[in-house]
């Protein structure tokens, strides 16, 4: 049987912005009942469809491609400035048993909450000091180097390329295998690191229940436990962690205490984005919470 081709103008709905050349040939084999494909004009064995002379945000889509990284850009943007503003203060962290997690573990400070006591000696003078400068780049890098923050701000911030199907502005494409993005490989690293901050976070929650009059809940106790679950949905659900529990097997189903815990890591990371969400807005809410009962605008309303 004759090839059968298809040229992309015979098509119901033309992309003028792609590439003209033909880009597969479909055929049947002679027995009737399978079918393949094969590259035609092109060195490539792969079909494939590039963008020619696209202008940035050129597409076919009719729909609003546009929406989603404008909100990731807007909510991420919001996040990042305040957790900034949040990190430089070094006051109204802390209030009774409560710490903001943007502080914790507090490893020298002034409040109660510090492990080690104030600021060292050899901490440079000419530098400003926050506790939350010691820590705080633990869980920002983990962020940053997470699978799924990783496509959201290449669309949002970089607009590489801002939505699928959509022309970005580059022309060239080095992907994650040189510099800079091959540092995004160190994510495997920060997830380690990452859960050693989890586990004072945790800590932290315990001791929240804990006042001067002894065991109590405040709603502040609640604010700072539904953070730690949210944060133990989204680290426990990470990629590279369904990795450690299970990628290291070519048979998984083989090793049943690992197949069990890899069903489980699989389960929170069907939902890694929602995780990666409502976590970072219960971090933002838990300093907001903590640093406004500080300064006495909020008061924590005690239900025990």
Request: charged letters at 15%; glycine letters at 8%; hydrophobic letters at 40%.
């Amino acid at each position: 049987m004759q090839p059968v081709t298809e040229p992309i103008e015979s098509r119901a709905s033309p992309l003028p912005q792609l590439d003209r050349r033909l880009v597969y040939t479909a055929f049947q084999s002679t027995g009737g009942n399978k079918m393949g494909t094969q590259a035609s004009q092109s060195p490539s064995a792969a079909p494939d469809i590039l963008w020619t002379n696209g202008r940035f945000g050129h597409t076919s889509r009719r729909d609003r491609w546009w929406l989603s990284p404008l909100l990731v850009f807007l909510g991420l943007g919001t996040f990042l400035v305040y957790a900034n503003w949040a990190a430089w203060q070094n006051q109204y962290y802390t209030f009774g048993p409560y710490i903001s997690p943007f502080y914790s573990p507090e490893i020298f400070g002034d409040s109660p909450h510090a492990w080690f006591g104030p600021k060292p000696a050899w901490y440079p003078a000419f530098l400003p000091f926050s506790p939350a400068l010691l820590i705080l780049w633990i869980p920002g890098l983990f962020r940053l180097t997470c699978y799924y923050y990783r496509g959201a701000y290449y669309k949002s911030f970089w607009a590489d390329p801002p939505a699928c199907s959509v022309s970005e502005p580059r022309k060239s494409y080095l992907g994650e295998r040189s510099l800079p993005l091959i540092l995004q490989n160190f994510h495997r690293y920060f997830l380690r690191l990452s859960y050693l901050v989890w586990g004072f976070l945790v800590y932290d929650a315990i001791k929240s229940f804990w006042f001067s009059n002894g065991f109590g809940i405040g709603l502040g106790s609640l604010v700072l436990t539904v953070n730690v679950v949210l944060l133990g949905g989204y680290v426990f659900g990470c990629h590279a962690f369904r990795h450690l529990i299970g990628g290291v097997f070519d048979r998984v189903s083989e090793h049943p205490v690992r197949h069990r815990l890899y069903n489980c890591v699989t389960c929170l990371n069907g939902s890694h984005k929602k995780w990666a969400w409502a976590s970072l807005c219960s971090v933002g809410f838990a300093d907001i919470y903590v640093r406004l009962c500080s300064m006495g605008i909020w008061h924590d309303w005690r239900i025990l």
